[in-house]
C-alpha cells in the first residue's frame, strides 16, 4: 500500500496569512503516460463529511475559491491557502488514488492564531 | 441535486454483521456507468477506503476488510448497501457512503456519514 503521510500535524495560521501542509507519498504517484499525479487534496469541517478541494493535485474542484491551490509531482505535495479566511478552519487530507487500495494522509489541523 | 443519506443500526455486536444502507436522490444508483464507495473514520482519526461498486458489476475492496466485506446494489430502491462481518471495537467509525471518481477512484460527493458502534 502506498503510504501517505502529512505535515505538519497541526498549523496556526492568523487571518490574513499564507498556510502550507505538505503530503508525502511512499512511492510516485505519477502516471507517466498522462504526466499526471494521482493525488486529490480534502477539507473535513467538524461534523461534516470531507470536501473535495483539489485533484491531478493541482486542479481546483468546482466552486472551490482560488485561495486553495495545489502544487508538486511524483512524490511530494503542497497544499496552500493564500489568504486564510475563518471559514478555512478544518482538518485537511490529501489522498492517493493512483494505485488500489486508494490511502490518506492522517490529517493536518488548521486552527486560527 | 445528488444527495446521499446513509442508514443503519448505530449500535451492533462484537462478532455480528454491520450493515448500512445509501439512499440516491438526484442520481440514478443504477446508470449505465454508476460507481458508488464506502469509506469509513474511526472517531478522531483519518480515513480509511473500505470498497467501490461499478456498474460493470465489479466491486473493489480493500484488501484489509476483504474477507468481511460486501457492497451490493439495489436498483428498484435506489440504494447501495454495506455489509461488514465479524466486527469488533476496530470498526467503530463513522461511515460514509460516497459517489467515485475515477478508477482507482477519488470521492467527489459524500454522505453525511453515521457512528456505528461496536460493544456489547
Known amino acids: 500500500d502506498i503510504v501517505m503521510t502529512q505535515s505538519p500535524d497541526s498549523l496556526a495560521v492568523s487571518l490574513g496569512e499564507r498556510a502550507t501542509i505538505n503530503c508525502k507519498s511512499s512511492q510516485s504517484v505519477l502516471y507517466s503516460s498522462n504526466n499526471k499525479s494521482y493525488l486529490a487534496w480534502y477539507q473535513q469541517k467538524p461534523g461534516q463529511p470531507p470536501k473535495l478541494l483539489i485533484y491531478?493535485?493541482?486542479t481546483r474542484e468546482s466552486g472551490v475559491p482560488d485561495r486553495f491551490s495545489g502544487s508538486g509531482s511524483g512524490t511530494d505535495f503542497t497544499l496552500t491557502i493564500s489568504s486564510l479566511h475563518t471559514e478555512d478552519v478544518a482538518v485537511y487530507y490529501c489522498?492517493?488514488?493512483?494505485?488500489?487500495?486508494?490511502?490518506f494522509g492522517q490529517g493536518t489541523r488548521l486552527e486560527i492564531k | 441535486q445528488l444527495q446521499l443519506q446513509e442508514s443503519g443500526p448505530g449500535l451492533v455486536k462484537p462478532s455480528e454483521t454491520l450493515s448500512l444502507t445509501c439512499t440516491v436522490s438526484?442520481?440514478?444508483?443504477?446508470?449505465?456507468?454508476?460507481?458508488w464507495g464506502w469509506i469509513r473514520q474511526p472517531p478522531g482519526k483519518g480515513l480509511e477506503w473500505i470498497g467501490n461498486i461499478y456498474s460493470s458489476g465489479s466491486t473493489y475492496y480493500n484488501a484489509s476488510l476483504k474477507s468481511r466485506v460486501t457492497i451490493s446494489v439495489d436498483t428498484s430502491k435506489s440504494q447501495f448497501s454495506l455489509n461488514l462481518s465479524s466486527v469488533t471495537a476496530a470498526d467503530t467509525a463513522v461511515y460514509y457512503c460516497?459517489?467515485?471518481?475515477?478508477?482507482?477512484?477519488?470521492?467527489?460527493?459524500w454522505g453525511q456519514g453515521i457512528l456505528v458502534t461496536v460493544s456489547s
Open positions: 438526484g442520481d440514478s444508483v443504477s446508470s449505465s456507468s454508476y460507481s
Open positions: 460516497a459517489r467515485p471518481r475515477g478508477k482507482p477512484s477519488l470521492f467527489d460527493f
Open positions: 489522498q492517493q488514488y493512483y494505485s488500489t487500495p486508494v490511502t
Open positions: 491531478w493535485a493541482s
